[in-house]
């Protein structure tokens, strides 16, 4: 067993932490407190190649490995949460599933340039009545003139009103049930597609997140991605992926608070000591680092055994899952130490907090998550 990174993946890791810290974590209040992230930010990371990291080289990307994708995320996590969760969604949501399913000609036209970073990409799967039950999906597609005709609605769509493309989940064979869900790419500017308002949220507020709507929008037949009907098995895969980019999101916010708590606990005096020398403060310190080691071990094995070809459903739902309620209680620890100071907005800890806890939430509530890995390993639905 091999635990040392390879040299490609320590470079990504020195080169998006050096762009992080001189980008990202200076603007990263200014992000919480406006809801915006800069446009020029994503610009910047696509010249640095990370727009498109693990997609090949011939589609505009830059042809790395799960892992050195999921350090990447880590990475921008560590400095803004926002940041991370617009790159995460742009990677995993938004563009592997073109690269996973899609034709020659659909990966030129649409993977590219998003590998590029010369536009955000989005998913579009969650509805008002379809959340943890995504197969209620009662966003529909018919086939009219050689034309896909796509109503409904969907929700929390991270990214949509920036997005070059959304790919959106639509029943195009009602009589089937989930086997009767497709998937379908819609390009920017298509009549018919509209947004509601960037969603106010309690964290992760520079990631817009809306209602997409679409009202008899028009796009060509060959835009369906992949078979038609397996649209439901398609975005499953997708949602493991995702899930390793989301567990390795919560790495980042939890090394953020706990690389803050740590100075914090060495440079705060209280009874004429460091408060790290207090024991109740230690043993906070120690079981952020046993939390984020063994957090980060379960997250890259599941980003490993993807790149190995292998099954990883249960090992992403138990990343995703550990990952995210270790960070949420990393944080939540980070405030405690500074007292008073860590919730005031005058240090990062408690927008990391805030950030954070939406992670045991999106892409897989907790209660999910537990329900997959007791369903794999009982084999009992």
Request: charged share 25%; hydrophobic share 40%; aromatic share 8%.
């Amino acid at each position: 067993m091999h635990f040392e990174l390879t040299e490609e993946q320590e470079l990504i890791r020195r080169t998006v932490r050096e762009f992080a810290e001189k980008e990202l974590a200076s603007r990263a209040r200014h992000v919480d407190e406006t809801g915006e992230i800069p446009a020029e930010t994503f610009a910047r990371m696509g010249r640095l190649g990370l727009m498109g990291l693990p997609f090949p080289e011939e589609y505009g990307g830059a042809g790395m490995d799960s892992i050195a994708t999921a350090i990447a995320i880590e990475e921008v996590a560590r400095a803004c949460g926002s940041t991370a969760l617009a790159y995460a969604a742009h990677l995993g949501l938004g563009s592997a599933p073109i690269a996973m399913f899609g034709s020659d000609e659909q990966k030129r036209r649409f993977l590219a340039p998003a590998a590029r970073g010369e536009y955000l990409a989005a998913f579009g799967l969650t509805e008002p009545h379809a959340g943890s039950d995504a197969g209620a999906t009662r966003t529909t597609a018919t086939l009219e003139g050689g034309e896909w005709v796509i109503n409904g609605q969907k929700m929390w769509i991270t990214n949509a009103p920036l997005a070059g493309h959304l790919i959106i989940t639509a029943v195009t064979d009602p009589e089937k049930g989930k086997k009767g869900i497709s998937a379908i790419i819609v390009p920017r500017g298509t009549p018919g597609l509209s947004f509601g308002k960037h969603e106010p949220k309690m964290g992760l507020r520079g990631s817009v997140s809306t209602a997409v709507m679409l009202e008899n929008v028009r796009v060509p037949q060959d835009h369906l991605l992949g078979e038609r009907g397996r649209g439901f098995v398609q975005f499953l895969q997708v949602l493991d992926g995702g899930r390793v980019g989301i567990g390795a999101m919560a790495l980042g916010l939890a090394q953020g608070a706990y690389e803050a708590a740590v100075r914090y606990a060495r440079e705060r005096e209280a009874f004429g000591r460091p408060i790290g020398a207090h024991q109740s403060v230690a043993n906070m310190i120690a079981d952020m680092e046993v939390g984020i080691s063994t957090a980060r071990l379960a997250v890259y094995r599941a980003a490993w055994l993807k790149d190995q070809g292998r099954p990883f459903s249960r090992e992403a739902a138990t990343a995703k899952l550990y990952a995210s309620e270790v960070s949420e209680r990393v944080c939540r620890d980070a405030i405690q130490i500074f007292g008073g100071y860590g919730y005031s907005q005058e240090f990062p800890v408690e927008r990391m907090y805030r950030d954070t806890r939406l992670l045991t939430i999106g892409e897989g509530t907790s209660e999910i998550l537990r329900g997959v890995i007791a369903q794999s390993v009982l084999g009992i639905r």
